[in-house]
Structures are given as C-alpha cells and as structure tokens.
T-cell receptor, first 114, second 109 residues
C-alpha cells in the first residue's frame, strides 16, 4: 500500500533537547512538506522540498531544520531554539511542487515539551 | 470523489475595490476548510473554518463557511497591490488535503 508514515506518534522532549521527527513516503512523490498545527489553527508550513537535496523555508522555519538526502525521506529536527515546540506535526507529499493541489499527509506526530 | 471548485478563476480589479472569492466543495469526511494565499512559493495560511456562520477576520480579509450550501467566501476590502496573488481554497478531509484550482487576483494601481 502506498502512503506516508510518520514516527513516532507521540514524542516527549525535555527543554533544551533537539528531537527528530521521521517522515517516509513510498508514493514516488517529488515534493514533501512539513506543517505544524496548533489547536484552532490551520496548517502552517515549516519547510518544503521540491526535489532531493533541495529544501526551502516556509512561514515558520525558525527553530527547525530539515534534510532531503533521499526522495522517500524528509526528516524534521525541532531544535532547542524553537520557543514553543509543543504541537501536532504533519508531513505531506505531492507528485511535484506544481501539483501541490493534492497533498497526501501522514498520521502526524504529537510533540510535547515537558 | 472529494472536490473543491473556486470561482472566479481570475479577477482583475483596481486598488481600493472590494472583492469576494468563492469556494464550493464536496467531501466525504469534512474536517476543515482552509484559505491560503500563494505568491511565489508554497501557500501561506490565511484562515481555517470548521463551523458554519462564524466569520473569521484578519485585517482587511474575512471569511465565512456555509456547511449547508457546502461553500465558503473570502472577502478582501480596500484591496492593495500587495494582495495580488493566487488564493487557494483547501479542503482538509480524513487523510487528504484537496486544493481548489485557485483564483488569480490582480490588483491594478
């Protein structure tokens, strides 16, 4: 079955620690995205990548970093510089950046900072 | 099949005018309707609507959802040249985001 997987489902972090959220897709999509969702708010774009070895900042990139070494994988690192990291993180992919009109997204990771 | 249809597809107005953009949808598992503004990169979030009849407002922009009519509108008052962009209506379903075709809005000085 094709799809997007994210892990872990729940993640707890102590203040000052970096954590990495995994996102893998087997849809053969070129473009991948990371969003953050806070209660009562829509998805806000953190980073996106249109092709391997390329990624761009979204609207709220500060305190986050990404890499795109393989087409299937787009991990997100939440660094200690992110002031308010507790949120629900969604990864998505689309066939290309131009074809953003239909993005499939994974089940999400809920990050809680203790 | 989930579907989002926006109208008009293109709109050209003069600075200072008020515009209304329309979005209608069909969906099996509605979670929310999102409005985005797209300029030269991936879309920027504007509003999320989940309940009918409650207007969301941000400056000169406002939006409202009508679940009975399966539609939403985005209003922009006192338009400025910086409002020129593609405005996207996006449906958040059970495990999918479905984007409309977008309305290309051009504001002439």
């Amino acid at each position: 079955d094709g799809g997007i997987t994210q892990s872990p489902k729940y993640l707890f972090r102590k203040e000052g620690q970096n954590v990495t959220l995994s996102c893998e897709q087997n849809l053969n999509h070129d473009a991948m995205y990371w969003y953050r969702q806070d209660p009562g708010q829509g998805l806000r774009l953190i980073y996106y990548s249109q092709i391997v070895n390329d990624f761009q900042k979204g609207d709220i990139a500060e305190g986050y970093s990404v890499s795109r070494e393989k087409k299937e994988s787009f991990p997100l690192t939440v660094t200690s510089a992110q002031k308010n990291p507790t949120a629900f993180y969604l990864c998505a992919s689309s066939p290309s950046l131009a074809a953003y009109n239909e993005q499939f997204f994974g089940p999400g990771t809920r990050l809680t900072v203790l | 099949e989930d579907k989002v249809v926006q109208s008009p597809l293109s709109l050209v107005v003069h600075e200072g005018d008020t515009v209304t953009l329309n979005c209608s949808y069909e969906v099996t598992n509605f979670r929310s309707l999102l409005w985005y503004k797209q300029e030269k990169k991936a879309p920027t979030f504007l509003f999320m609507l989940t309940s009918s009849g409650i207007e969301k407002k941000s400056g000169r922009l406002s939006s409202i959802l009508d679940k009975k009519e399966l539609s939403s509108i985005l209003n922009i008052t006192a338009t400025q040249t910086g409002d020129s962009a593609i405005y996207l209506c996006v449906l958040q379903g059970a495990q999918k985001l479905v984007f409309g075709q977008g309305t290309r809005l051009t504001i002439n000085p």
